[in-house]
């Protein structure tokens, strides 16, 4: 039987139990602050953000939205931001990306500050993640971390696969796989469009995380009997549907499962966890600005 990983009820857990971190914060007059930082008028960055503006207002969670003329300057931007890192009541910020072409992406993060970079794209996290002590871990491989927990996947001494390398979740994926502690110590592979042949890394694979962005890459075929396989990508595609499109993963769902002992599915398997990780990092930075301690699931 193929376990189909729940990242609803595991998100919902995980939230539960983070509740309970607010309301200790609370006891001792400390308010969680998010904020969201929007430059563009992307449907689906605005999605993306009124989502984590809702999850905050779910789970008490102070929610603060800045949006910023996308053909403002990028001065508008910096302003903001140092506003946020200034503002002691926000405790963590991010701000959505892509960002307007005449916005250099690499100074935006720069320049909010460490102790609130909730996202943990800062170069400074990135460091600190990479040498195995990490402030803020990326959202979508602390989840992904925290989905194999749940479903008691073991990844000491595994061989993994991360397919794709981008900064926010094949990079860190794969340095969270490498660490030497719990849900680390994975023999790890990555790969990325000029790998040369994929199918024949990930057929080795115990552990396959896909993170490509391309609709269904990784089919049955390309799977080992038995492994555990998580699907991250989001992709539409066309589909008669009353929206003419549906969501898929980078996984043939169907072909995958049936070689697979676990299995996300999409929607509903990594997604959930990413906002929720989110909300983790945004509690950790309060808990570590007001020097209350919690106890973090
Ligand atoms: P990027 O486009 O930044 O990176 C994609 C990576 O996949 C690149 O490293 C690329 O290689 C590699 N890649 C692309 N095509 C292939 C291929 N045919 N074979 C092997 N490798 C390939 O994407 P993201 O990392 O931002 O996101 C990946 C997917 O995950 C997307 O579908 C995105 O929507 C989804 N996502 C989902 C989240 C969630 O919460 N569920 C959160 C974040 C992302 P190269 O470097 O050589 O170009």
Same mark, same amino acid.
Do not use: W
């Given at each position: 039987?193929?376990?189909?990983?729940?990242?609803?009820?595991?998100?919902?857990?995980?939230?539960?139990?983070?509740?309970?971190?607010?309301?200790?914060?609370?006891?001792?007059?400390?308010?969680?602050?998010?904020?969201?930082?929007?430059?563009?008028?992307?449907?689906?960055?605005?999605?993306?953000?009124?989502?984590?503006?809702?999850?905050?207002?779910?789970?008490?969670?102070?929610?603060?939205?800045?949006?910023?003329?996308?053909?403002?300057?990028?001065?508008?931007?910096?302003?903001?931001?140092?506003?946020?890192?200034?503002?002691?009541?926000?405790?963590?910020?991010?701000?959505?990306?892509?960002?307007?072409?005449?916005?250099?992406?690499?100074?935006?993060?720069?320049?909010?500050?460490?102790?609130?970079?909730?996202?943990?794209?800062?170069?400074?996290?990135?460091?600190? $993640? %990479?040498? #195995?002590?990490?402030?803020?871990?990326? !959202? *979508?491989?602390?989840?992904?971390?925290?989905?194999?927990?749940? @479903? +008691?996947?073991?990844?000491?001494?595994?061989?993994?696969?991360?397919?794709?390398?981008?900064?926010?979740?094949?990079?860190?994926?794969?340095?969270?796989?490498?660490?030497?502690?719990?849900?680390?110590?994975?023999?790890?592979?990555?790969?990325?469009?000029?790998?040369?042949?994929?199918?024949?890394?990930?057929?080795?694979?115990?552990?396959?995380?896909?993170?490509?962005?391309?609709?269904? $890459? %990784?089919? #049955?075929?390309?799977?080992?009997?038995? !492994? *555990?396989?998580?699907?991250?990508?989001?992709?539409?595609?066309? @589909? +008669?549907?009353?929206?003419?499109?549906?969501?898929?993963?980078?996984?043939?769902?169907?072909?995958?499962?049936?070689?697979?002992?676990?299995?996300?599915?999409?929607?509903?398997?990594?997604?959930?966890?990413?906002?929720?990780?989110?909300?983790?990092?945004?509690?950790?930075?309060?808990?570590?600005?007001?020097?209350?301690?919690?106890?973090?699931?």
């Amino acid at each position: 039987m193929t376990h189909v990983l729940d990242g609803n009820a595991i998100g919902d857990r995980i939230r539960n139990d983070l509740a309970e971190c607010i309301e200790t914060l609370a006891a001792a007059d400390v308010r969680p602050g998010l904020a969201t930082v929007l430059m563009s008028e992307d449907p689906a960055s605005e999605t993306y953000v009124s989502m984590k503006q809702q999850a905050c207002e779910e789970i008490g969670i102070r929610g603060v939205h800045r949006e910023i003329d996308p053909d403002a300057p990028a001065k508008a931007l910096f302003e903001r931001i140092d506003e946020l890192n200034d503002d002691p009541d926000v405790h963590g910020f991010l701000v959505q990306m892509p960002v307007p072409d005449h916005v250099d992406e690499r100074r935006v993060l720069r320049r909010v500050d460490p102790h609130k970079d909730v996202d943990g794209f800062h170069p400074e996290n990135v460091g600190l $993640l %990479v040498a #195995g002590h990490a402030r803020f871990k990326p !959202a *979508t491989p602390h989840g992904i971390q925290k989905l194999l927990e749940a @479903a +008691d996947v073991d990844t000491e001494g595994k061989d993994a696969v991360v397919v794709g390398r981008s900064d926010i979740v094949g990079k860190p994926m794969a340095n969270l796989l490498i660490q030497k502690s719990p849900g680390g110590n994975a023999t790890t592979t990555v790969c990325h469009s000029r790998t040369d042949d994929l199918g024949e890394k990930t057929r080795e694979a115990d552990i396959v995380i896909a993170a490509a962005g391309y609709p269904e $890459l %990784v089919d #049955g075929s390309m799977i080992k009997e038995g !492994a *555990t396989v998580i699907d991250v990508g989001v992709n539409r595609v066309e @589909a +008669d549907t009353e929206k003419g499109y549906k969501l898929v993963g980078d996984v043939e769902f169907e072909s995958a499962r049936e070689k697979a002992s676990a299995i996300t599915p999409v929607p509903g398997g990594v997604g959930p966890m990413t906002i929720t990780m989110l909300l983790y990092n945004t509690v950790k930075a309060a808990s570590i600005q007001s020097g209350v301690s919690v106890d973090l699931p």
